[in-house]
Nanobody, 123 residues
Framework: QVQLVESGGGLVQAGGSLRLSCTTS????????MGWFRQAPGKEREFVAT????????YYADSVKGRFTISRHNAKNTVYLQMNSMNPEDTAVYYC????????????????WGQGTQVTVSS
């Protein structure tokens, strides 16, 4: 069975950093684009960042560009989200997801989802 499991969430002060990890199993990791999405209280789920099959193409939401970095380690079947200079607006449940589309930032292209990890940024 395809499984995606997020880890690394927690509480951080504004200006701090966190690194999220998403480990996968039951899938050919190299054949999937991977992405991170988030959902804040009372808000719709939104795109954060994605990375292509090969890792050569990345996409970022304007709100995180320059602060967050997505990367993947194919040998470990793992995708990461390094989050720096965090602010309270980054508070959300963060989800990783996989897409059979080689390179995409469209949420509807992602068919496999993890359970999410809570990130809370305090001031």
């Amino acid at each position: 069975q395809v499984q995606l499991v997020e880890s690394g969430g927690g509480l951080v002060q504004a200006g701090g950093s966190l690194r999220l990890s998403c480990t996968t199993s039951g899938m050919a990791f190299r054949s999937y684009a991977m992405g991170w999405f988030r959902q804040a209280p009372g808000k719709e789920r939104e795109f954060v960042a994605t990375i292509s099959w090969t890792g050569t193409t990345t996409y970022y939401a304007d709100s995180v560009k320059g602060r967050f970095t997505i990367s993947r380690h194919n040998a470990k079947n793992t995708v990461y989200l390094q989050m720096n200079s965090m602010n309270p607006e980054d508070t959300a449940v963060y989800y990783c997801a996989a897409s059979v589309i080689p390179s995409t930032a469209t949420m509807s292209d992602f068919g496999s989802w993890g359970q999410g990890t809570q990130v809370t940024v305090s001031s």
